[in-house]
């Protein structure tokens, strides 16, 4: 399985951005899709979650909506009024099945930059 994630790059507070990550390869069904982001110096934290629903940390709720196309099998985060606090590397996250029967497997995408900076 593989995670191909883009769109991020550097915008001004209070911009958007939107990032996208496709999953691609051996999946029978995809379980959960999520965000999280890493800033320098700092642990890696989950952004947005979307199984069924969605859940967001505290940190960008009413700013960040995730959501998915589960044809294209891909996940998108859109991103707006943007903090220079929200700098970091996004990283998509999936757990798949890779048949019916199969145990649950997870994946990590390679990571986008945001960089919110005037």
């Known amino acids: 399985v593989q995670l191909q994630a883009s769109g991020g790059g550097l915008v001004q507070p209070g911009g958007s951005l939107r990032l996208s990550c496709a999953a691609s390869?051996?999946?029978?069904?995809?379980?959960?899709m999520a965000w999280y982001r890493q800033a320098p110096g700092k642990q890696r934290e989950l952004v947005a979650t979307?199984?069924?629903?969605?859940s967001y940390a505290d940190s960008v709720k009413g700013r960040f909506t995730i959501s998915r196309d589960n044809d294209k099998r891909t996940v998108y985060l859109q991103m707006n009024s943007l903090k220079p606090e929200d700098t970091a590397v996004y990283y998509c996250?999936?757990?798949?099945?890779?048949?019916?029967?199969?145990?649950?497997?997870?994946?990590w995408g390679q990571g986008t930059q945001v960089t919110v900076s005037s």
């Open positions: 390869g051996n999946i029978f069904s995809i379980n959960v």
């Open positions: 996250y999936v757990v798949v099945r890779t048949a019916s029967n199969s145990p649950l497997y997870n994946y």
């Open positions: 979307i199984t069924s629903g969605s």
